[in-house]
């Protein structure tokens, strides 16, 4: 059981921003859906904007034929649903990742098996515990907040330390 936590705290990919992964690559190795972590990952924490080539990227996706889905801890269900709506992703707030709720429920929504998901988060014991739990494959991607908080930067240290990544991002 142990050895099983510690390989899923280990993502398959890492990138420094979802705008990097090449999606091309990603569909001819058969996958099929995107999970996709909000706060940190797509956008600043609780804003309703998205950067240019993250919007792009996700209409990319869209259009290649990816199943996506929002799937948040944030803690207020409206924000998500305004984003949700507003880029035609269903999405879910307050999914208690690690926990295996949101990820389930996304399955569940797109039909598709685990194998054919990639869940994309910036947080290891959350995102990628939890998904790597599911057998999903993962990938990590750098926070898009320009400067952490001390304590935040901390957090994200340590998390990368216990999943054996370097800690230089």
Not at 42 to 48: C, E, G, M, Q
Not at 81 to 101: D, H, T
Request: net charge positive.
């Amino acid at each position: 059981m142990l050895l099983k936590l510690l390989g899923c705290l280990q993502p398959d990919f890492e990138v420094d921003a979802v705008e990097q992964i090449d999606l091309q690559a990603w569909w001819q190795a058969g996958l099929r859906g995107l999970i996709l972590d909000v706060d940190d990952t797509l956008t600043l924490k609780n804003s309703p904007r998205l950067a240019p080539a993250v919007q792009d990227w996700l209409l990319q996706a869209q259009a290649i034929g990816f199943q996506c889905f929002l799937v948040s801890n944030n803690r207020y269900p409206e924000h998500i649903a305004v984003l949700s709506e507003r880029l035609a992703i269903p999405g879910i707030a307050q999914a208690g990742k690690p926990r295996s709720r949101g990820f389930v429920w996304a399955m569940q929504k797109s039909g598709l098996a685990p194998e054919q998901f990639v869940a994309i988060g910036d947080r290891v014991l959350t995102d990628i515990l939890g998904a790597g739990f599911l057998g999903l494959k993962t990938c990590l991607v750098a926070p898009v907040t320009p400067k952490l908080s001390a304590a935040k930067q901390i957090l994200y240290n340590f998390e990368k330390r216990l999943a054996g990544l370097p800690k230089n991002r």
